[in-house]
């Protein structure tokens, strides 16, 4: 009997992360609602970000290690996906001037340039050779739109072309591409000026009155000054693509102060977010407001941005937060139950066709909703940076805790050993 139970808890342990993780066909279904859902331009943008991080890390700028410029020949099968983008994206644009323009016909000016990576991804590997589109021109061109929209006086460049407005959003979507930009054409200073930008956009954001959390918007009429959960994520998501972009390039050594900047204002994100992390691992949709609703979706974007923090910068300050995001998450309903067909029938945090819940409704950030396209890509994301930072240790798991277990050890062990116990009892 004793030996059954120790050979029970012992198969258990063994099958550890399968009790607190997401399976390959959940991660697959994930993909897919995101694949079919993904249309407005933003949600290009991350869509092919999340596809880099998860199927080609090596072409992901947040892979510690991944030189760039990555290798121009025999790009592999896993990047079709993220070419199909930039593909759609520029056919759909229809006849390439040689004046600047966006990506994407857009009320924002800050959300097209999200799939620039993707469009440089596609020219780099001569995507144009096989299907004609004329990726090299439509990227020269949204470059210079940037330089047509309003900007503030010290140069902010506006989330929307029709009056100056700056967003917490376009930290992700702007300088990221000025940065991979940059690095790919070898001009310097558009690096630079991919730091600059986040550099103005948190003087303007940032509220000191708040422990330093972003608002989400200043200037123009569409004022929303509140501390938009997934607005900070999209800061902290930005900064950490800048970074990695400028830390894996030619010029990491030529920008060592600003790497340095861009760690601590990430984590003065961290510092301000995670004090209102709630007991369901979730941030309210405004963080400092306890009234709003459960939001999973930003406590997915943060916790990528906790494991990428600490494998590319060796900072693991909350890593063990987001490990009980992670676990939360991704845990199933009943002891025992669990998806054993792939499905997502015994999770609480996804419904039956694989959308993470509950999520603010991206299209009116004060409302919950139902199905969120970024929401799906943070899921995403969040997957492939805990498992890199699995495959890098665990570095900081014992932060926060007494025994020095992981969380989602020490949870799987007690819930192994339950198992265990029930099925010696039943025997
Ligand atoms: C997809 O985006 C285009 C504009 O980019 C819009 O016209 C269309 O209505 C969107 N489709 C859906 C299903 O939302
Ligand atoms: C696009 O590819 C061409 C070579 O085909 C290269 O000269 C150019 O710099 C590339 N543009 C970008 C933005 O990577
Ligand atoms: C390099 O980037 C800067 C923006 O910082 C831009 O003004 C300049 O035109 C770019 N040069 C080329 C050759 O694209
Ligand atoms: C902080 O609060 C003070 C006093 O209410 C106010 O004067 C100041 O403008 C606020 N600062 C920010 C960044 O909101
Ligand atoms: C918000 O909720 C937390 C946790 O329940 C509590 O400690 C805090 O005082 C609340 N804040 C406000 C302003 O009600
Ligand atoms: C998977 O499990 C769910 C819920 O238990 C069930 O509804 C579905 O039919 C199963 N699918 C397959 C292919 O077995």
């Not at 279904?29 to 694949?35: D, E, H, N, P, T």
């Not at 995670?274 to 459960?294: E, H, I, K, P, V």
């Not at 409704?361 to 970024?374: D, F, K």
């Amino acid at each position: 009997m004793t030996i059954l139970f120790f050979f029970l808890l012992f198969v258990n342990i063994l099958s550890v992360p399968a009790l607190a993780d997401l399976t390959d066909d959940q991660v697959a279904i994930v993909k897919q609602r995101l694949a079919e859902s993904a249309n407005a331009s933003w949600e290009l943008g991350v869509e092919a970000q999340a596809f880099l991080e998860l199927d080609s890390p090596k072409y992901s700028v947040t892979t510690s290690g991944a030189k760039l410029p990555p290798s121009s020949a025999n790009p592999p099968s896993s990047l079709n996906e993220v070419f199909a983008i930039a593909r759609n994206v520029i056919s759909e644009r229809g006849a390439i001037s040689n004046n600047p323009q966006p990506f994407i016909q857009d009320v924002s000016s800050g959300d097209p340039p999200s799939v620039g990576v993707a469009v440089i991804l596609a020219n780099l590997t001569n995507q144009q050779s096989s299907d004609g589109q004329n990726y090299r021109q439509a990227i020269l061109n949204q470059f210079n739109y940037l330089y047509t929209v309003p900007r503030t006086d010290d140069g902010a460049i506006s989330h929307r072309s029709d009056e100056l407005q700056l967003w917490s959003d376009s930290v992700y979507m702007v300088p990221p591409f000025l940065a991979y930009y940059g690095v790919m054409t070898k001009n310097k200073s558009a690096v630079a000026e991919s730091y600059n930008q986040i550099r103005l956009y948190r003087q303007y954001l940032r509220d000191q009155n708040a422990s330093s959390l972003w608002k989400h918007m200043a200037f123009g009429t569409n004022q929303d000054t509140g501390h938009w959960s997934t607005g900070n994520g999209w800061a902290a998501a930005g900064m950490i693509r800048v970074l990695g972009t400028i830390k894996n390039s030619q010029y990491a050594s030529s920008f060592k102060n600003e790497q340095k900047d861009l760690i601590n204002w990430v984590l003065e994100i961290h510092d301000g977010m995670y004090q209102y992390l709630r007991s369901t691992n979730c941030f309210g949709n405004y963080a400092n407001d306890n009234s709003s609703f459960d939001d999973a979706a930003s406590a997915t974007l943060l916790a990528s941005t906790a494991y990428r923090l600490s494998t590319l910068a060796g900072k693991h300050n909350y890593v063990h937060l987001a490990e009980r995001t992670r676990i939360a998450l991704t845990a199933v309903s009943t002891l025992g139950g669990g998806p054993a067909n792939g499905s997502f029938a015994a999770m609480v945090h996804f419904d039956a066709d694989g959308w993470l819940l509950p999520v603010v409704n991206p299209l009116a950030v004060g409302e919950l909703g139902s199905q969120s396209p970024e929401a799906q890509a943070f899921v995403l994301m969040m997957q492939a940076s805990y498992e890199d930072w699995a495959r890098a240790g665990y570095k900081g798991i014992n932060r926060g805790t007494r025994s020095g277990t992981s969380p989602s050890l020490s949870l799987a062990v007690s819930f192994s050993a339950g198992v265990a116990l029930v099925l010696v009892l039943f025997f």
